[in-house]
């Protein structure tokens, strides 16, 4: 310490009130999940692993951030998710990295002499310039884990579902966030069996069904194959080019025309919605194989009891789509009511560096928007249950109130023990706060006489019973398990 210098701890009570003061707020369009909310999203995952489980699907964990070119390439870099909305930022030098290359390359440049920002060469420019990005979607994430694993080495199809948070920067609102949730589920193999599409569906309307959400819509469509698709595209930008229809088109729209008309069908605009009810649909210009393909699948799907409508309008933003299209969407939701989205994107392996012919259909569904869904449903709400509040009382009743806490927990109970002495009234008070069904209550009169006190708040019904006797008392029916959460 210099001459005149404070000592640290004066010099920290300096700082500015302000500062000191400072409070920190979620970024926009990220938002904290609380309880008792937080239950009812454990009980949906639940079931929606349970529901992918029994279909045979089985979980795949990925990371959240891969090099910016792996979604480039999958989801195309005209696409809004790819050129707007992603968060992409230049990954540090990783200096393992960077020696590993310089051994190969004959030593030159060395590690130090970049970290000391020396003019580079362009292949060490592309090293140094690695950007990564927050995954907007996974898609991308399990066909490069797919490739990288050599996944088409196991016996049938790679059918594996993914849950997780995905990044977007879009503009907030209710049902749109820029931290979302997505639960998602991948067919990766040789098979383009329509009966596999009509399966995924069906597992998401099983899904639907274990969730009560009983009003949705379930839209179909087949958008074609390399094959048919891009005649499709020039009958539908000769259209669109007809003076009457473009200049009746929004400025988004009359840009689309040119760089991707099959987007102009998307459009959400007003005034434009006669015009593309009226523009050729791509089911009816589907070559014959996708049509048989399309023809198959409605037919598993009425099979399967899965009622659907026909959309030629499902185009879906991203360019690896190809044949099947499906969406969920729910009118219980408001502005954004789509559910989940998916298709076929039979080219997309290859597309990523893997082998030939695996094909691919997935879909990802907005676990934010299921949780609205289901709580505007009315049929599940969210709970925080608490099944025991030990009120304890004395330092003669504290050491049993923590064993029995801890022979209660065993029993998969749970159990509230408050940290310090609470008066009995008080106790009772925060019990019913905190929602407890029943009280354990432990004071020099149960130490003495060796008998515990056990109340039930529903109806206040107290009664005496031994220790012994505490475990079976707790066991169901008492303390039936049931809802969200449990
Ligand atoms: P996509 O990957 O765009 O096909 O989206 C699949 C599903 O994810 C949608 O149907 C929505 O339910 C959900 N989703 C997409 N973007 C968002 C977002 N920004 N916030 C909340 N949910 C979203």
Redesign the pocket.
Known sequence: MGEGAKPENERRDERPVKEARRQFRAIKGTRDILPPDSALWNWFEKTARGVMESYNFAEIRLPIFEKTELFARSIGGDTD?VSKEMYTFKDQLDLDEVIDTDAKEGGHPTAESILSGEEVSPQWRNILDTRISLR??ATASVVRAYIEHGMQMLPGNAKLYYIGP?F?R?RPQK????Q???IGAEVLGTSDAPAIDAELIQMLTDLLERCQIEKYTLLINSIGCAACRPKYVELLRAELRKPEIFSKLGADSQRRVETNPLRVMDSKLPEEQAIIEKLPKISEHLCEECRTHYEKLKRELTLREVPFTESPRLV???DYYMRTTF??TSPILGA?N?????GRYDGLVEMLGGPKGIKGIG????????IDAIVEAHKIHATRPLDIFIAWMGERAYPTAVRLAHVLRDEKHRVELPAGEMKFRKALERADKLGARYVLIIGDDEIASDMLTIKRLSDGVQEKISEEALVDFFRPPALAKEGPGS
């Not at 049902?175 to 820029?178: A, F, L």
């Not at 789509?338 to 998916?342: M, S």
């Open positions: 998710v907007p979607e995905m977007r879009e049902g749109r966030y820029r979302f949730y997505q879906r933003g991203l969406e969920i954004q789509a559910l989940c989205g998916g879909f990802a569904l907005g676990e934010d928007r299921f």
